[in-house]
């Protein structure tokens, strides 16, 4: 059974950092395409940065520069160092898991809340 579960939200001020982390487990991690999301309140999901299993990294534009997407695969875990937080950021973010062996299958995590204060 795949799990993934995101810890390191909260409540920060703007300006602040926070780190995400999602631990795996039951996953070829070293073969997974890895990704954070979030889904801001009454809005879409949408990707805020991806992470290949070879380290090719990818961002959206509102946080290039702030945010950085890691992964241990000694660890089977990734994360996401999240600097200069402002309201905008607030959402939950999911961590992602994207694995391509005879088809795509994708796992999520339950999601971790961030809230920036102003």
């Known amino acids: 059974q795949v799990q993934l579960v995101e810890s390191g939200g909260g409540l920060v001020q703007a300006g602040g950092s926070l780190r995400l982390s999602c631990p795996t487990s039951?996953?070829?991690?070293?073969?997974?395409?890895m990704g954070w999301y979030r889904q801001p309140p009454g809005t879409q999901r949408e990707l805020v940065a991806s992470?290949?299993?070879?380290?090719?990294?990818n961002y959206a534009d509102s946080v290039k520069g702030r945010f950085t997407i890691s992964r241990d695969n000694a660890k089977n875990t990734v994360y996401l160092q999240m600097n200069s937080l402002k309201p905008e950021d607030t959402a939950v973010y999911y961590c992602?898991?994207?694995?391509?062996?005879?088809?795509?299958?994708?796992?999520w995590g339950q999601g971790t809340q961030v809230t920036v204060s102003s």
């Open positions: 039951g996953l070829l991690f070293s073969l997974a395409d």
């Open positions: 992602n898991a994207e694995v391509t062996i005879v088809r795509k299958t994708q796992y």
């Open positions: 992470i290949t299993r070879g380290g090719i990294t």
